[in-house]
Structure formats: C-alpha cells, structure tokens
C-alpha cells in the first residue's frame, strides 16, 4: 500500500480532499499537478539533448508513481494505463511505459528508492534496440512480435545511443547470449502497443487543446481565428479523431487478460495512430509558421505522436493482424464478433 | 473534456441480442438483397411483424404500446436489424423521430392517437423540414399554418420528403406568426394527413434509381386545430431536440456495413496482407463508433445532453460509411471482372451503397452544420 499512502500524503500536503474521489482520479489528479509544474518546455528541451530529467523522475518515485500497477502496490493495471495517457498529455520525456511495465513483469523489482530501473525495447537476433533511456537503465528487457518470452539483460552494457523521430532517447544493447527470459501470459508486443496507444491518447488530447487555445489567442483580419468557420471545422475533425481515440484505448485496456486481448489491441493500435496523421496534420496547420519552429512546444507532442504511432507495430501490422482473424473467422461472423458488450 | 464513457450492455440486452439474430434468421425472405441502409427497404409487413415483437416504440411508456425498455435494449434491436441488412425504412422515422417528438411535446390526445399505432408498426411518418428554399438554414422556413376558426390553413411546399407517398402522416415546421426580429419565433410543427387532407405528393427519383424521395405540396390544406404538436409557437424548440436524438444511432455507421461483409467473404479465409489490413481497418473504426454509438445510449439513459457527442458520432459515423465502399472496391481482385453470378450479392450492395452515399453526409444534418454544432461544444462560436 506504499503507493497510495505516499498519494494519501501528498494530497493532504496540497490541501486536497480524497475521501470521496477513487484511486484512480487521485492518480490522475495528482500526476497532473506535477506535470504541469514540471514538465515545461525548457525540460522537454533539455531532455531532447540528453540531460536526464533528474528531478521530474525524484517526483515521481517521492509519489509512488514508478510502482502502478505492480502487485503490492494497491494499484492495478487499469491504474497503470490511466497513468500513461496523464504522461502523455504532458509528453513526460521519462519512459514510464517501460518502467511500469517492466515493474510488472518482473514482479516489483522497483526499488523503493528508485535508485534504478528497467527499460524494454525492441529484440532481435543480436540485439535489443530502441530503448528508451537505455542508457540510465539498470536492467534492459526485449521484446519480440510474436513471443511471449521476454529476454532479460541484468547487467546492461550500452552499445549505441541513438533517439526515435521525437528526440526521445533510444538506445541499443548487445545480446552477449548470456540473458535470462521470463515469459508473461498476455503478449508482451502487444502490452507494449497498448502502452503506445494510451500515450498517443493522451498527446492527441493535449494536441487539440493546443489548438483550441492558439486558434482563440491568435487574430487575424481583425478577429480571432477561431471565428473562422474553416478554422472551426478543421478543429471540429481534430476533436471527433480524439474523442474515437481516447474511446478506443481504454477499450483495449478493459480487454486486458481476456481472450480478446490481441483483437482488441489491434484495433486500438491501429485506430488511434490513424487518429495520429489527422490530427497532427492539422493541429498544425491551425497553428501557422509558428507551430513550426522548435521555440513552439507543439512539436514536443506532434513528433512524439508520428514516433509512437509507428513503434510496437504501426497501424498496417495491427489493421493485417485482426483482418487476418476476423477472416479465419469468415464473413458470416465479422458482426458477432464487432458486436461485444463492453 | 469531451468524454465518451465504457459502458458494459447488461445481460438483459444480451438475451435479447440472440432474440432478434432468432428473428432474422426465421424471416430471411424479407431480405433477399440485405442493405444496411435504413432507407432502402420499406417492407410493412416486416414492420408490422416488428410491433408484434415489442420492438417499435420499446423505450416508451406501456400505455401509448411501448415496452418501456432502456435505450440499450432499443440499440441491440436497431443495430442486429441493419448489421443483417433487414428492410425497416418504413417505420424508422416514425419510430426514431415521430414517436419521441409525440412523446415529449405531444398533447395527451396526440399520444393517445398516434403513439399505439406507430409502436404496432403500422402506422408511418414523415418529417416535413426542408422545403425548396429551406435547406440547412431551417429558420428560413416559409410554409405557413394560419389559424381560421377550429382549423389551420396551410400554403406552402416541403421536399426531400422520404416516403410521403407511402407513408400515413407528415410532421411539418410551420411558420404561424409572421417572421419577427427573432429568427427562430413564431414557428410550430403541424400534423398532417398524407391520405386524407388534401396535400398534393409528387415524386422525385435519387440517383440510386430510388423512388422514396417526394415533393409536397399544400395549397391550402385546412387541419384541424389539435394537429398543432403542443403548443404552438413551439416549433423551433422541437425540430433542435428532435435532431439530436437523430444523431447518434447504429445507422450512422452502419449503413455500408453489408459491403463490408461481401468483402470479407470474396477477401476468403486467407486474405493477402493487404486485404487483411482492409479488413483489419474497417474492423477498427466499427469496433470504436460502435461504443461511441453506446455510450451516448448510456447519456441519453441518464438524462444528460447528448447534442454535441451525438453529432460527433455522426460526423465520424457519415465520413467513414463513404470510406468503406472506396476501401472495399480495391481490395477485391477486380470489380469489373467479378464473376457476376458468385459475387452477384457484392456488386448489388457496393453500387447500391455507393450511389447511395452522397446522402449519407446530407441526411439529419450536413457535414457543415454537424462540424459547426461540435465547434460550439468546443467553445469556438
């Protein structure tokens, strides 16, 4: 109970009331102050070239946040993804998708302190690649598409430091054949695209705000651009692909641990990075020259979206990977299967 | 936050779920050409069969022949009927729109009169809006009802008028107070009756080669004065309340739905990746409009304000059903070299769903105006 003690804790410190909110709002709430006094552009900036955000991740560990999820931690799963859409939101330049789902999987390894943890990437033959903040990571864990044994790296040596599209930190491990595997009863590919699917959610919110508030604040012709019916349609079209996006997502998570996992996933996966081109594209468009420099902190979200959207199986995988089942499943059967209850 | 919140159906709708999959399957010979569009079969006997089942009019009170079901029941029944493709235009609008308007603003009497016979499937409406020079701008409205003794007397010409040659009654907006400086006063819905007052119907052919669209004309029909729906004066506040219910419903998604299930079965159980990802794709956007489509059912349950969720799911429900015919017409080996006796079914419902889809971004409110509706939810007019 470690994790909502420290939540108990600090929202009492913030003078907040908790009794009646449930655990998963308090979550929200709680990672939302924080972000939004933390995670500012000069942060962001300086997490693009390299400097590890030391005091954003004290923050996190002082809350518990580094153990949602994880048995013992009165949280659960759902807690967990609820989590990555605030982070996403925020475009937290931490790989709390990683450090969560490791945590998990290699049943709360965190420490209390925090001093160390594990990020996961991408496996292959030789290597595991794509990892972020490999470099800072005291375990390395790697995935591959169609296993559910994860590869274990307990002693890390850095190979390569590179980043994704976003400047996110993206490192490569070499396999010295000396690893051990653990192996998990949900996909561990596809746990790690939901993960995607749920920051891609919460980047595509915050995207739409960006460009509600730019369109009010910003005036031309002698009045707010937001009063331009052309301006308000093409917000109209962000809106509708956020809200199918966010719907999306937590479907997939309550499809967790039943045998709809991967479908559900596919579908999720693929319908929100389809949200992803549409939005990005005009979010910016509504914002002009200035959403195209680096001094504007649109792209902090607009390329972390066009990375995610492409990592851990981009929409074609996912789109072949459930028209393959549903056709196995043949014509006659596509609507019982669309048509669940939940 | 615009908010679209799970909702999980409750086993009640489950059981009712495989009742009506039962139904279908026992009146297949009612749908021997399955189209999910709502307009395209109008089959009174099929209708009428639905009433004996309690599935017209379910959500209303018992004593006007509902079945006092929630909305989640009357989603089930709507979405297994046009998922199979079963002809249920004839009582649509009057089960959809009519009823609920009746209900809601209706006098006593006018629920009493109207409701049993709509919820029976027996008795059918049309809805009088548009009129030549009255399209999305509904307050330019200019048919009008004077009031002469006990009776209305109405001039005036409505269009785009689906089925009021077939169908029992048309709910018409009215002007009945000259225009003033408030644009939306002055207005009342009127009840009329397509067989007996006199209204002139004449035909207007679609595209599709459809006949259900009409032209109808009012030179001076008298009503009498109960026809007025509640009060008068009340008509702008009922035509905006009444779209909205129009918004958020399964036939806003579903309305290219059998095209997808032909293409799955000409795709085969081995699809090549390209036409898996097809598949794949459409899957995804029905899966997520669908619980879209159910969470405003669980809004509307509540009582809440679904206008700006509802248009939403039209506005995305619209552009993807005209997507689904450009998708599925490349993933199928050549449409124009189709075995025309074996894939006889997908060809019918591709041209049929295709000619039919410039409507779908027309009909219950333009792709214009539901845009506009979602930017004032977001706070830009």
């Not at chain 2, 001039?155 to 689906?162: H, L, M």
Request: hydrophobic residues 40%.
């Amino acid at each position: 109970m470690a994790v909502l003690e420290k939540f108990y804790a600090a929202s009492l410190h913030a003078d907040w009331g908790y009794v009646d909110m449930d655990t998963r709002q308090l979550i929200i709430d709680t990672a939302e102050k924080i972000f939004a006094d933390h995670c500012q552009k000069g942060l962001l900036d300086a997490a693009e070239q390299g400097i590890f955000p030391q005091d954003l991740w004290g923050k996190i560990v002082e809350n518990g946040f580094h153990q949602l999820g994880s048995a013992g931690s009165g949280t659960d799963a759902a807690d967990l993804y609820a989590f990555l859409k605030v982070c996403g939101r925020y475009s937290v330049p931490l790989p709390m998708a990683e450090v969560l789902l490791s945590n998990q999987w290699l049943a709360s390894a965190a420490t209390e302190s925090g001093s160390d943890f594990a990020s996961i990437g991408r496996l292959n033959d030789t290597s595991i690649n794509q990892v972020p903040w490999g470099r800072k990571a005291t375990k390395v864990l790697g995935v591959a598409a169609d296993s559910h044994k994860v590869l274990v790296i307990d002693a890390p040596s850095i190979n390569e430091q590179g980043n994704n599209l976003a400047g996110e930190a993206h490192d490569t491990f070499l396999l010295a054949g000396t690893e051990r595997e653990i192996e998990l009863e949900d996909s561990p590919f596809a746990q790690m695209a939901l993960a995607r699917t749920n920051l891609m959610a919460g980047g595509l919110q915050a995207t739409l705000d960006l460009g509600l508030q730019f369109a009010s604040e910003r005036s031309q012709f002698g009045r707010s651009i937001s009063k331009f019916q052309a301006i308000q349609h093409s917000l109209a079209v962000v809106a509708a692909e956020v809200a199918a996006a966010q719907r999306a997502a937590d479907a997939a998570v309550d499809a967790l641990g039943t045998d709809r996992f991967i479908d559900e996933v596919s579908a999720s996966k693929a319908r929100v990075g389809e949200a992803v081109g549409i939005v990005a594209e005009q979010v910016h468009q509504v914002h002009g020259a200035m959403g195209f420099t680096y001094e504007h902190r649109l792209h902090h979200f607009t390329r972390r979206l066009w990375a995610w959207r492409d990592e851990w199986g981009n929409e074609f995988y996912w789109q072949a990977m459930l028209g393959s089942r549903l056709a196995a499943m043949g014509a006659d059967k596509v609507w019982g299967y669309i048509a669940t209850r939940g | 936050m615009l908010q679209f919140d799970r909702v999980t159906l409750d086993s009640e709708s489950e059981v009712l779920r495989q009742r009506v999959r039962d139904f279908v399957a026992d009146n297949q010979h009612h749908m021997p050409q399955p189209n999910s569009d709502f307009v395209t079969g109008h089959d009174p006997e099929f209708s009428a069969k639905l009433g004996e089942q309690g599935w017209i009019g379910m959500t209303w009170p018992s004593e006007f022949g509902g079945g006092e079901q929630s909305n989640f029941e009357r989603l089930v029944v709507t979405e297994e009927l046009l998922a199979a493709g079963a002809p249920v235009s004839a009582h649509w609008i009057a089960d959809r729109q009519s009823g609920p308007l009746l209900l809601r603003f209706g006098t006593p009497e006018q629920r009493e009169r109207y409701l049993p016979g709509i919820a029976s499937g027996q008795s059918y409406f049309s809805i009088g809006m548009s009129e030549p020079d009255t399209g999305s701008d509904l307050a330019s409205v200019r048919t009008t009802a004077v009031a002469e003794g006990d009776a209305y007397r109405i001039n005036g010409t409505k269009i785009w008028t689906t089925d009021a040659h077939r169908n029992h009654y048309i709910i018409c907006l009215v002007r009945t107070e000259a225009p003033s400086e408030n644009r939306h006063a002055g207005f009342s819905q009127i009840i009329v009756d397509l067989k007996n007052d006199g209204a002139k119907v004449r035909p207007i052919s679609n595209m599709a080669g459809g006949e259900d669209f009409n032209e109808v004309v009012f030179e001076d029909v008298l009503v009498p004065k109960d026809r007025i729906v509640g009060e008068p004066g009340n008509g702008w506040q009922q035509v905006t309340s009444e779209l909205a219910y129009e918004r958020s419903g399964p036939e806003r998604f579903l309305s290219a739905f059998r095209v997808f299930v032909e293409m799955v079965r000409i795709c085969g159980d081995q699809p090549s990746p390209h036409q898996a990802a097809a598949i794949g794709r459409l899957a995804s956007h029905f899966m997520t409009l669908r619980r879209m489509s159910i969470s405003v059912a669980g809004m509307l349950e509540q009582g809440k304000d679904v206008g700006v969720e509802a248009a939403l799911v039209k506005e995305l429900g619209n552009n993807f059903e005209k997507v689904l015919p450009e998708v599925a017409r490349l993933v199928v080996p050549d449409l124009s070299q189709l075995d025309p006796a074996k894939h006889k079914l997908f060809r019918d419902t591709f041209e049929e769903t295709l000619l039919l889809s410039p409507s779908f971004t027309l009909r219950g409110g333009t792709r214009e105006i539901l845009r506009g509706v979602i930017a004032r939810g977001l706070g830009l007019r």
